[in-house]
Each structure stands twice: as structure tokens, then as C-alpha cells.
């Protein structure tokens, strides 16, 4: 007796969710305007849509830079979702997010990873993250960016 099997589509394949971290993203700024366009060429790789697209309400969700439609809420929010879903799982980068935080004296991971994507320490933690998406040695790194927060908090303190 023959039985007919039924064989599903293969789903459709994303690339592997470490590989979507621009590990080939050159960071380096000196000025504002130099962080700005890197920060949003960091944003624009994890977009879905395309920049200044309207959001579910309607408005308008990008900001310009340099007169183009760089940023997009969307894209920045996926990037914070992408570093959240693929770092939390180590207790040393959960660490890393609550020290950050508490620099506004908050404790969420999500508010640690914001901080860590401002001016005074994206460099570093671009470092960190290239290191670790691409299986590298990245306890040096992240320890030094761990002692780097501890000091602008003292400084904070005193």
C-alpha cells in the first residue's frame, strides 16, 4: 500500500540572528555629528521598513540627519530588541545593563543597553558586542566598559 505524505514548504530562512550585529561597522566619532551618522547606520540594519515610514498612528517616525531620513523608531527599538534577545542569557551582560541603568538611577536592561548606545561609551560596547557575536575572547572588554560606568558613577557620587 502506498501512503502519500504530505511534505511541508522549508520555511523560509532568516539569517542567523548573530549575524544581523554589523560586526563590519567602523565606529569612530570625534564630533557629534560623526556619532549621529554611525549611531543611525547602526539603527538602519535592523530596519524592516524603510526610514520615514508612518508608524501604526500615522506620524511620522523619522528624524532627519544631514537632510536625509535616517533614523526611524522602528529601527532603533529592533536593535534594543535584537541586543536584549541575544545578550541577557549572561549574567555578565545583565550586569553590564543594571551598572549602566543605574547611571539614571534606574535598573532595567533596556534602559542599560539605551545608555550604552549614547556617545560617552558606544564605541566600547560596539567592540564588546563584535567580539562576542563573532565568538571572540570579550571578558577584557567588557570589563573594562564595566569599570569605565563604575567611574562616571563615582564621579557622580562625589
Known amino acids: ?17 548573530e ?4 560586526v563590519d561597522l567602523t565606529v569612530e566619532y570625534a564630533t557629534d555629528d560623526a556619532y549621529r551618522k554611525t549611531i543611525c547606520q547602526l539603527f538602519r540594519r535592523f530596519g524592516t521598513q524603510p526610514a520615514g ?3 501604526d498612528d500615522g506620524g511620522q517616525t523619522s528624524e532627519r540627519v544631514d537632510g536625509d531620513r535616517d533614523y526611524n523608531d522602528t529601527h ?14 549572561h ?6 545593563y543594571v551598572a549602566a541603568a543605574s547611571l539614571f538611577m534606574m535598573d532595567d536592561h533596556e534602559t542599560g543597553i539605551v545608555v550604552l548606545l549614547c556617545y560617552d561609551y558606544f564605541a566600547a560596547y560596539h567592540r564588546l558586542l563584535c567580539a562576542y557575536f563573532t565568538a571572540k ?4 572588554r567588557l ?16
Do not use: G
Request: proline share 9%; aromatic share 10%.
Open 1 to 17: 500500500m502506498f501512503i502519500e505524505t504530505k511534505q511541508e514548504p522549508e520555511p523560509k530562512s532568516d539569517p542567523e540572528p
Open 76 to 89: 532603533f527599538y529592533a536593535c534594543v530588541d535584537f541586543l536584549k534577545s541575544r545578550t541577557l542569557m
Open 143 to 158: 570589563t573594562a566598559l564595566m569599570q569605565e560606568i563604575d567611574v562616571a558613577a563615582s564621579k557622580k557620587d562625589s
Open 137 to 140: 575572547p570579550y571578558h577584557d
Open 53 to 55: 515610514d508612518l508608524d
Open 19 to 22: 549575524s544581523r550585529y554589523p
Open 91 to 96: 549574567s555578565e551582560f545583565r550586569d553590564l
